[in-house]
């Protein structure tokens, strides 16, 4: 076989058919690497919802400490006062 010269028909054609090649070629690892950063994305969406539903049940699971605390104080408030009035 022949190599058709720049001029000939021919050439433009199996220049077209390689460049046509070439560019499936990079459009296919184009759409995977795409497909892998989508991938990567849910899987960080899902982490970051993970992440939010753990920090929600902490924080619900964490009310009772501010509450506790003033009770304490109180508690120890009454006591003192107690202790006051009955040295008087």
């Known amino acids: 076989m022949t190599i058709p010269t720049p001029s000939d028909p021919a050439a433009v054609a199996?220049?077209?058919e390689r460049l046509r090649g070439t560019m499936e070629t990079g459009f296919a690892r184009v759409d995977g690497s795409l497909a892998l950063l989508v991938q990567r994305g849910d899987q960080t969406d899902r982490a970051i919802s993970d992440h939010e539903t753990r920090l929600d049940a902490l924080?619900?699971?964490r009310w009772p400490l501010?509450?506790?605390a003033a009770l304490v104080g109180l508690v120890g408030l009454v006591f003192s006062l107690w202790q006051y009035a009955t040295r008087a």
Request: hydrophobic share 45%; aromatic share 0%; proline share 11%.
């Open 14 to 16: 199996v220049e077209l």
């Open 59 to 61: 924080e619900r699971a």
């Open 66 to 68: 501010p509450s506790l």
